[in-house]
Nanobody
Framework: QVQLVESGGGLVQAGGSLRLSCAAS????????MGWFRQAPGKEREFVAG????????NYANSVKGRFTISRDNAKNILYLQMNSLKPEDTAIYYC???????????????????WGQGTQVTVSS
């Protein structure tokens, strides 16, 4: 069983920064692609960023490209999302996710993921 625990959310003014963390346990973290998703009130969950297992390849939603950076520390089993130049439209609950099987490529669809954290709230004020 995989456990994912997010942290680092909070309230920040527009233009500010936050770094989210996702602590993973339950299997060999380094062999699995990982992703970040978000869900705003009244909207569907959407892909934010993904990272491959070993080569560190990344993919971003157009809305966050150039502002957000996904990274991972395989020695500590932690996934990160550095968020800079935050906008009010970034307000959402952010989830980290893990797929059911090892993957060397970046996964961008929520249907490709099986395990989800409980989420962490990010609120950006204008």
């Amino acid at each position: 069983q995989v456990q994912l625990v997010e942290s680092g959310g909070g309230l920040v003014q527009a233009g500010g920064s936050l770094r989210l963390s996702c602590a993973a346990s339950g299997r060999t973290f380094s062999t699995y692609a990982m992703g970040w998703f978000r869900q705003a009130p009244g909207k569907e969950r959407e892909f934010v960023a993904g990272i491959s297992s070993s080569r560190g390849q990344t993919n971003y939603a157009n809305s966050v490209k150039g502002r957000f950076t996904i990274s991972r520390d395989n020695a500590k089993n932690i996934l990160y999302l550095q968020m800079n130049s935050l906008k009010p439209e970034d307000t959402a609950i952010y989830y980290c996710a893990a797929p059911p099987a090892p993957s060397f490529i970046v996964l961008v669809s929520s249907t490709q993921y099986m395990y989800w954290g409980q989420g962490t709230q990010v609120t950006v004020s204008s």
